[in-house]
T-cell receptor, first 111, second 114 residues
C-alpha cells in the first residue's frame, strides 16, 4: 500500500467551477498535511498546510482534513486557467521528518 | 528573503561518472532535505540534514550521499551514474526540521545521464 494516494487525473474543469482533489494516507499517526502546486517544468510551491481536523480556507483554496478517515482534500473555487497545474498531496509520517508525496493530480481549467 | 537556490540548474553526464549538486537554503533555515522526481516514481525522499548531521534517509542505494556544511548549505553526490538517475533533484529547506514545519523547495537541478 502506498503511503499517500491521490485520485487519478487528469481533472478537467470549466473556468469558474470548483475543482475537488482528494488524497488518502496510510500512516494513522501522521500529523502534518500539505498541498503543493507544480507547474510544468517548475518546482513545487506550497499552497496550503493543515494540521487539525476540519476545514481551512485561504482565498479560493480550502483544505479539509479527516484524520479518522485518513483523508485530506483540496477544493479550488472559481477555478482560473492559471490554476492549471499538477497538485501534490504531501504527508509527514509520524515521528519521521520527511514529506511523502502522492503521485499528483493534473488539473486543467478550460477557458 | 531570498529563496532556496540550487546549482547547477541543468547537467548532462554519462554513465559511470559522478555528480555533485549544491543547495543553499533560505537564510536562517537549518534543515535541508533532498528529493528526486521522475515521471515514473514521482517525488521521492532522499535524505535530510540538520546541523551537519544526516537525520533521515530514504530508500536509495549508497551511491547517493550528501553532506551539510556549518552555514547550512548542502551538497548531494551521486557516484557511478546510471541511466535511471536522470531526474529532477529538488532540495527543500525549513527552519528546524520539525514535523509541523513547511518545507520550501528550490528550483531544482535537472540531471540527464546519457
Amino acid at each position: 500500500q502506498k503511503e499517500v494516494e491521490q485520485n487519478s487525473g487528469p481533472l478537467s474543469v470549466p473556468e469558474g467551477a470548483i475543482a475537488s482533489l482528494n488524497c488518502t494516507y496510510s500512516d494513522r499517526g501522521s500529523q502534518s498535511f500539505f498541498w503543493y502546486r507544480q507547474y510544468s517544468g517548475k518546482s513545487p510551491e506550497l499552497i496550503m498546510f493543515i494540521y487539525s481536523n476540519g476545514d481551512k480556507e485561504d482565498g479560493r483554496f480550502t483544505a479539509q482534513l479527516n484524520k479518522a478517515s485518513q483523508y485530506v482534500s483540496l477544493l479550488i473555487r472559481d477555478s482560473q486557467p492559471s490554476d492549471s497545474a499538477t497538485y501534490l498531496c504531501a504527508v509527514v509520517p509520524s515521528n519521521d521528518y520527511k514529506l511523502s508525496f502522492g503521485a499528483g493530480t493534473t488539473v486543467t481549467v478550460r477557458a | 528573503k531570498a529563496g532556496v537556490t540550487q546549482t547547477p540548474r541543468y547537467l548532462i553526464k554519462t554513465r559511470g561518472q559522478q555528480v555533485t549538486l549544491s543547495c543553499s537554503p533560505i537564510s536562517g533555515h537549518r534543515s535541508v532535505s533532498w528529493y528526486q522526481q521522475t515521471p515514473g516514481q514521482g517525488l521521492q525522499f532522499l535524505f535530510e540534514y540538520f546541523s551537519e548531521t544526516q537525520r533521515n534517509k530514504g530508500n536509495f542505494p549508497g551511491r547517493f550521499s550528501g553532506r551539510q556544511f556549518s552555514n547550512s548549505r548542502s551538497e548531494m553526490n551521486v557516484s557511478t551514474l546510471e541511466l535511471g538517475d536522470s531526474a529532477l533533484y529538488l532540495c527543500a529547506s525549513s527552519l528546524a526540521g520539525q514535523i509541523q514545519e513547511t518545507q520550501y523547495f528550490g528550483p531544482g537541478t535537472r540531471l540527464l545521464v546519457l
